[in-house]
């Protein structure tokens, strides 16, 4: 404790320390520590934004000369040379930066994009007038995710049934459909139902954005029916065609949509159990690899597990938690605007499941006029 003096100027709550009420010297102590411990919270606070990426393993050099030869070396390369004890030198972008003695580097796969480091973090921030659509859609090109965290956005027009608004497209998930899609093109569904598929795998970096609230409500069908499933719903069709349309316009995503395949449910035994539990009755009970621009989401990419789900088919390839919810589950129903929105998912031969407005997992007829945000792959 003999240098805890140097703490006195700490202010905390804008008070400062000398006007605290103190009861013994144990308790000033323990104010000036936990003062010093949320100063150093608040150098950090804020400060995510300067992040560009991780250290970058690049190998071993036996001498520092050998590591002065190396050729075009990129910010964060990292080496770790021999004749100094195995200390770490990183790249700067005018010279090499001694990192101390050989311990963890937070390195990646060779040949990995980046991708999964920046599903980890959470940052929130708006990028609509830091990068244009072309910008962002050559960084991907280029498998360059600096800059772009979970939680960004970007604000655009969209247009729809004669209504203009602001909506903000939200980062969501870093390649999450990358390397999926059906590579049998003979065997499913193009998006006008003909046989065959346009998108097979799909093996470009995007990004999988989430509008922050419903873009309009809609009814999944005039009835309250699940026949032919998710692919069969009148909804379905709609997003594929004037939602597709509205959302890919100049005004908006200007064509950087990613059209791709899925398998999704088309057929539902309407005799059949549902998972959903007790009392359900039909359940999707085949699937199809289909083609299509824009989807509904799952219950499984939401909450990260099956609810109302009728059965297996009703997740496919969407079966693992979209990172924005997974980090910040208060995006899940809009935060304040409480938006309830459909899901892709049967729940019985009459319901589908949705999100709750107030937050709850739930299910409602087909003919319920509910909230449609749908996920959208950029690249």
Same mark, same amino acid.
Request: hydrophobic content about 35%.
């Given at each position: 404790?003999?240098?805890?003096?140097?703490?006195?100027?700490?202010?905390?709550?804008?008070?400062?320390?000398?006007?605290?009420?103190?009861?013994?010297?144990?308790?000033?102590?323990?104010?000036?520590?936990?003062?010093?411990?949320?100063?150093?919270?608040?150098?950090?606070?804020?400060?995510?934004?300067?992040?560009?990426?991780?250290?970058?393993?690049?190998?071993?050099?036996?001498?520092?000369?050998?590591?002065?030869?190396?050729?075009? $070396?990129?910010?964060?390369?990292?080496?770790?040379?021999?004749?100094?004890?195995?200390?770490?030198?990183?790249?700067?972008? #005018?010279?090499?930066?001694?990192?101390?003695?050989?311990?963890?580097?937070?390195?990646?796969?060779?040949?990995?994009?980046?991708?999964?480091?920046?599903?980890?973090?959470?940052?929130?921030?708006?990028?609509?007038?830091?990068?244009?659509?072309?910008?962002?859609?050559?960084?991907?090109?280029?498998?360059?995710?600096?800059?772009?965290?979970?939680?960004?956005?970007?604000?655009?027009?969209?247009?729809?049934?004669?209504?203009?608004?602001?909506?903000?497209?939200?980062?969501?998930?870093?390649?999450?459909?990358?390397?999926?899609?059906?590579?049998?093109?003979?065997?499913?569904?193009?998006?006008?139902? #003909?046989?065959?598929?346009?998108?097979?795998?799909?093996?470009?970096?995007?990004?999988?954005?989430? $509008?922050?609230?419903?873009?309009?409500?809609?009814?999944?069908?005039?009835?309250?029916?699940?026949?032919?499933?998710?692919?069969?719903?009148?909804?379905?069709?709609?997003?594929?065609?004037?939602?597709?349309?509205?959302?890919?316009?100049?005004?908006?995503?200007?064509?950087?949509?990613?059209?791709?395949?899925?398998?999704?449910?088309?057929?539902?035994?309407?005799?059949?159990?549902?998972?959903?539990?007790?009392?359900?009755?039909?359940?999707?009970?085949?699937?199809?690899?289909?083609?299509?621009?824009?989807?509904?989401? #799952?219950?499984?990419?939401?909450?990260?597990?099956?609810?109302?789900?009728?059965?297996?088919?009703?997740?496919?390839?969407?079966?693992?938690?979209?990172?924005?919810?997974?980090?910040? $589950?208060?995006?899940?129903?809009?935060?304040?605007?409480?938006?309830?929105?459909?899901?892709?998912?049967?729940?019985?031969?009459?319901?589908?499941?949705?999100?709750?407005?107030?937050?709850?997992?739930?299910?409602?007829?087909?003919?319920?006029?509910?909230?449609?945000? $749908?996920?959208?792959?950029?690249?």
């Amino acid at each position: 404790m003999s240098n805890i003096s140097e703490w006195s100027t700490i202010e905390v709550n804008n008070t400062h320390l000398d006007e605290l009420t103190l009861s013994g010297e144990g308790a000033l102590y323990t104010n000036k520590i936990m003062c010093a411990v949320k100063r150093k919270f608040d150098e950090v606070d804020g400060k995510l934004d300067k992040v560009q990426g991780a250290f970058v393993y690049k190998g071993t050099k036996a001498t520092y000369a050998d590591l002065e030869a190396v050729q075009n $070396p990129s910010v964060g390369d990292v080496y770790n040379v021999t004749e100094l004890s195995g200390e770490n030198f990183a790249w700067n972008g #005018t010279s090499w930066d001694s990192q101390g003695a050989q311990g963890v580097v937070l390195t990646r796969d060779a040949g990995d994009d980046g991708a999964a480091f920046h599903n980890c973090i959470y940052r929130g921030k708006n990028l609509t007038n830091v990068y244009t659509l072309a910008q962002l859609s050559t960084k991907l090109t280029n498998g360059d995710f600096s800059d772009l965290y979970i939680g960004d956005y970007i604000t655009k027009s969209f247009t729809y049934g004669g209504t203009t608004k602001n909506v903000n497209f939200r980062f969501a998930h870093f390649n999450y459909w990358k390397y999926m899609g059906n590579i049998d093109n003979t065997n499913g569904k193009k998006i006008d139902g #003909t046989a065959g598929n346009t998108y097979g795998q799909t093996t470009v970096n995007h990004i999988a954005l989430v $509008p922050d609230v419903a873009l309009f409500d809609d009814k999944m069908n005039d009835t309250d029916t699940t026949e032919g499933g998710v692919r069969g719903c009148a909804l379905w069709a709609k997003l594929q065609s004037d939602v597709y349309t509205a959302l890919n316009a100049s005004n908006c995503l200007d064509g950087h949509i990613l059209s791709y395949s899925d398998i999704i449910s088309t057929t539902v035994d309407a005799a059949a159990t549902s998972s959903a539990g007790s009392g359900f009755l039909g359940s999707s009970n085949n699937w199809a690899w289909c083609d299509k621009h824009i989807g509904f989401m #799952t219950e499984s990419m939401v909450y990260g597990g099956q609810i109302f789900s009728s059965s297996g088919r009703d997740s496919g390839c969407k079966k693992s938690q979209l990172r924005l919810f997974a980090i910040d $589950p208060t995006w899940i129903n809009g935060r304040a605007s409480r938006s309830g929105w459909w899901l892709g998912a049967v729940a019985s031969a009459s319901l589908f499941a949705f999100v709750g407005g107030n937050g709850r997992a739930n299910c409602s007829g087909a003919s319920v006029s509910l909230g449609v945000r $749908p996920l959208i792959l950029f690249s």
